[in-house]
């Protein structure tokens, strides 16, 4: 069943406090649009960033993802207008004014290599297009945009900013569509800026609801279950810290992230036709093969009356597989070469390539770490249905706080140990967290740099975050004043997701 996008006309239905704050925000934004188009907009769209609490790098692997929507946003304020044209202002000068114009036939050219913040615009507007199709002259939009999301820090500004750009066409073209549908067309046009992601941050910026984290499943169809911190007491709080490491996903695909997209993509091929399975039509069929779709079809196809329980099924599934890739993958420990696994699939190596996509996402490696990135994906997917299970518990003591906090550690471990996706940074700054009283720290996002994640027993969020400016910000960056740190380590809680903002 299909969610519509909801449509609001008071701040309470999109913020649970701060709500003057919030208020005066629009209010600015509406004024500072009227000044730049004199007029009042028809709408704002709103797209809020997330930060994922547990399960990285493992949705483009098909398995399950925690994250929640949090309060920093990306607002568009949109006015459709006559004419064909599209003009995007930002209401920070760092962003200057862009303009552009519908081409019938070939909606924008998005020129992928100047990374120019108007590009994340011009992908929602083109995906947007594309998916309500039969518009055959689209309206001119006269629109301003305050993004609030800190930039490439892991909490996904791009994917909020893309929302929001698909929102903003498709109310002003009066054709906004389901939420699946606009989470299926922001993962498609963020694909445009070059990077190969997975579905995680659109679907949790669009489909958060408030006051719940989100368990995200992608296979075998879309499906967000709302889930509730447990309410132990002191409550739960997370802390957002960034690292400052800038960590521009699209710069640095070819050897990070888009290189881990193709190494987890072949690792599912080699143990496909490790387990004789590779042939079987869920297999040959799948388009790209991920983990996920060769442990479902394992299981279909070896223990045809598995399980019932679904966290058990889960739980087992997953230490099979782990077992299954870790006795396989084990006979190359440095790493598999694109012959080797070309060789052992039967297939040349141009041909492996193509089935993996790197003719659209180019990667540079030698040698792809089949056996660790397994590991990391099987046992992370693992770390997020127990994490899952300690909050649905009805267990509210003090157990938790170490549970989950010990699921974030292990999390961060296999992030540094197997997938490589850390830094020096980001493991300097989750020690210092965990001397400073936090239960679990974890980097957030794809990593390399940007932000960690810290749970921590409310009633010691200052005492902590005190201690991190000591320990961490002072020493590395003395020239951030307090006001920027407010922006840079936060206490943050789960938050709605997306809506439209209609001036009533
Ligand atoms: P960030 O770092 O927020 O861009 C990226 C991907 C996610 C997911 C995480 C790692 C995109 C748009 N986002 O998030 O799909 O793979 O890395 O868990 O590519
Ligand atoms: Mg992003």
Not at 234 to 253: Q, R
Not at 470 to 491: G, N, W
Request: aromatic share 8%; with cysteine.
């Amino acid at each position: 069943m299909d969610h519509s996008i909801p449509i609001v006309s008071a701040l309470d239905d999109i913020y649970a406090d701060n709500l003057l704050q919030h208020g005066a925000r629009y209010q600015a934004l509406t004024e500072a649009f009227i000044k730049v188009y004199g007029a009042m907009p028809d709408f704002i769209a709103r797209a809020p960033g997330r930060v994922n609490i547990i399960g990285e790098h493992i949705d483009y692997c098909g398995f399950p993802v925690f994250p929640m929507a949090i309060v920093p946003d990306c607002l568009i304020a949109v006015k459709a207008v006559g004419g064909s044209s599209v003009k995007l202002s930002n209401v920070n000068a760092k962003f200057p004014t862009r303009q552009f114009d519908y081409q019938p036939g070939s909606i924008v050219e998005i020129d992928e290599s100047t990374h120019d913040w108007v590009n994340y615009f011009k992908c929602g507007y083109k995906g947007a297009l594309e998916a309500i199709a039969d518009t055959a002259s689209p309206v001119g939009m006269q629109c301003l945009m305050d993004g609030s999301v800190p930039i490439s820090v892991g909490l996904s500004s791009s994917s909020a900013f893309v929302c929001c750009a698909v929102m903003a066409t498709m109310r002003a073209n009066d054709k906004l569509l389901s939420q699946e549908r606009v989470v299926e067309t922001s993962v498609a046009s963020e694909r445009y800026i070059g990077t190969n992601g997975g579905g995680m941050d659109q679907t949790t910026s669009i489909m958060s609801q408030s006051q719940s984290a989100a368990f995200i499943e992608f296979s075998p169809m879309l499906r967000v279950t709302p889930v509730r911190f447990p309410s132990t007491t002191p409550p739960i709080a997370f802390v957002i810290a960034n690292t400052m490491v800038e960590s521009d996903k699209a710069v640095t695909a070819p050897t990070n992230y888009n290189l881990r997209v193709v190494e987890t993509r072949i690792g599912a091929l080699m143990l496909a036709k490790h387990l004789n399975i590779l042939e079987h039509s869920a297999c040959a069929n799948a388009d790209p093969l991920t983990f996920k779709t060769v442990m479902d079809e394992f299981f279909a196809s070896s223990y045809p009356s598995d399980c019932d329980s679904p966290v058990l099924k889960w739980t087992k599934r997953l230490a099979v597989m782990l077992e299954q890739a870790e006795a396989f993958f084990t006979t190359h420990p440095q790493g598999f070469t694109l012959d080797d696994c070309a060789g052992y699939l039967g297939i040349s190596a141009s041909d492996l390539a193509g089935l993996v996509h790197t003719d659209r996402y180019p990667i540079q490696a030698d040698r792809f770490k089949l056996l660790q990135r397994a590991q990391h994906a099987f046992s992370e997917a693992l770390r997020v249905v127990k994490f899952r299970q300690v909050c649905e518990s009805g267990d509210t003591s003090d157990k938790c706080f170490v549970a989950l906090g010990d699921l974030m550690n292990q999390s961060q471990d296999s992030c540094r140990d197997l997938f490589e996706c850390s830094c020096p940074e980001l493991d300097e700054i989750c020690d210092i967290a965990r001397k400073a009283g936090s239960l679990g720290s974890r980097l957030t996002g794809a990593g390399w740099g940007g932000c960690s994640v810290h749970l921590v027993r409310q009633d010691g969020c200052d005492n902590f975050i005190a201690a991190l400016k000591q320990d961490y910000y002072l020493k590395r960056f003395p020239q951030l004043s307090d006001e920027d740190l407010k922006h840079v380590v936060f206490a943050t809680s789960p938050s709605s997701g997306a809506a439209i903002y209609a001036f009533d």
